[in-house]
């Protein structure tokens, strides 16, 4: 049984996580770290890494960037493999990722949905076929809570888009005032607002046609139930730094 501990146990994503392992007969919530106290989850919550008496597995970790460098700190040193799944990391906050995950088994994406990633592969692909002629826009949308923008699957997004052309488009978040005419940019747009779970819409613009490609997640479980797929898979794997497609190229 891999034992997980639940970073961020009193939120959200953390709840779906629990509830999800309730039923799992090949994990097991061990702990979770919040600095919230509280005992309405069913298991020991530790304010902080340093105060964990007992070694989990494996970390699942949807809390906030501002806990990683304790977490990356507490995994190095007893080899705990962690799973990523925050967003908003400063380019400081990913160089230390990419420093432990030389030491320890780091797993890291801005979306652990299935259908997202398989959308980042389309994204590419249409880029690649439909080339410079067409403008590429990205909408994205999310709950009025969400503190970061764009969406770290935005960025995914732009990102396999830009792959087709070498990575030099530049990105533009948001156009106000007179910005002048569209130039050879990824444009990006964030919505937030009620309960809006996660939703993205990838246009490419062209003459007199668009081609619009999108997913919507309808609950936060498709993404708890990845990330604890991913923690499964992790669980033993040696130092290095993984993504979906590690995973999907697994199954």
């Not at 919505?191 to 939703?199: A, L, N, Q, Y």
Request: aromatic share 6%; net charge negative; hydrophobic share 45%.
């Amino acid at each position: 049984m891999i034992k997980i501990a639940v970073c961020g146990a009193g939120g959200k994503m953390g709840a779906n996580i629990l509830q999800l392992l309730k039923d799992d007969s090949e994990a097991v919530a061990a702990c979770g770290i919040d600095p919230r106290v509280f005992d309405a989850v069913g298991i020991t919550v530790f304010s902080s890494f340093k105060d964990i008496t007992e070694k989990p597995d494996v970390i699942i970790d949807f809390s906030s960037p501002a806990v990683l460098e304790d977490e990356l700190d507490y995994a190095v040193k007893n080899n705990v493999p962690a799973v990523i799944g925050s967003t908003g990391f400063t380019a400081e906050q990913l160089e230390l990722i990419n420093r432990a995950a030389k030491k320890v088994a780091v797993f890291r994406t801005a979306n652990f949905s299935l259908g997202v990633n398989l959308l980042c592969e389309l994204v590419k692909r249409a880029a690649e076929t439909l080339g410079e002629k067409f403008d590429i826009e990205i909408i994205e949308k999310h709950h009025s809570q969400k503190i970061d923008a764009p969406s770290g699957t935005a960025i995914m997004l732009a990102d396999s888009a830009n792959s087709a052309f070498a990575d030099k488009k530049p990105y533009v978040n948001g156009r106000e005032g007179i910005c002048g005419k569209r130039l050879n940019e990824i444009g990006m747009h964030a919505v937030r607002g009620g309960t809006i779970v996660g939703e993205h819409e990838v246009l490419f613009c062209g003459e007199d046609e668009i081609v619009t490609l999108s997913h919507s997640a309808r609950s936060k479980k498709v993404f708890a139930a990845g990330a604890i797929k991913a923690a499964k898979w992790l669980a033993g794997k040696s130092a290095g730094l993984y993504d979906m497609k590690d995973l999907l190229g697994d199954f």
